[in-house]
């Protein structure tokens, strides 16, 4: 089982960035994939989450800002993060869960993680 993220970088304020998640060795249809980061010295935290019935789950910190979604034919959950401010900056990871529900930000409930993928929002 792989997980790859991708697509972080460095932005100001108010920018855009689009998080990709892409899997492999799974069947994707039957997971849910969530999206947590930890920045410098915090914990890890839950961002977002697309359960495999697309069903979606958001922060309260990001919500109304960033949108999740997922194509099955690529294997690929997508973050899109508008409004971006300095305390989104962390390494977000991705993580996935067979037919989980509920759950969606409890970091034990995901079986899988992938390597995380650095975003840097200056003020």
């Known amino acids: 089982v792989q997980l790859q993220a991708s697509g972080g970088g460095l932005v100001q304020a108010g920018g855009s960035l689009r998080l990709s998640c892409a899997a492999s060795g799974i069947t994707f249809i039957s997971y849910t994939i969530g999206w947590f980061r930890q920045a410098p010295g915090k914990e890890r935290e839950f961002v977002s989450a697309?359960?495999?019935?697309?069903?979606?789950s958001y922060a309260d910190s990001v919500k109304g800002r960033f949108t999740i979604s997922r194509d099955n034919a690529k294997n690929t959950v997508y973050l899109r993060m508008d409004s971006l401010k300095p305390e989104d900056t962390a390494v977000y990871s991705c993580a996935a869960a067979r037919y989980m529900d509920t759950y969606y930000s409890t970091i034990q409930a995901y079986n899988y993680w992938g390597q995380g993928t650095q975003v840097t929002v200056s003020s």
């Open positions: 697309i359960a495999w019935s697309g069903y979606t």
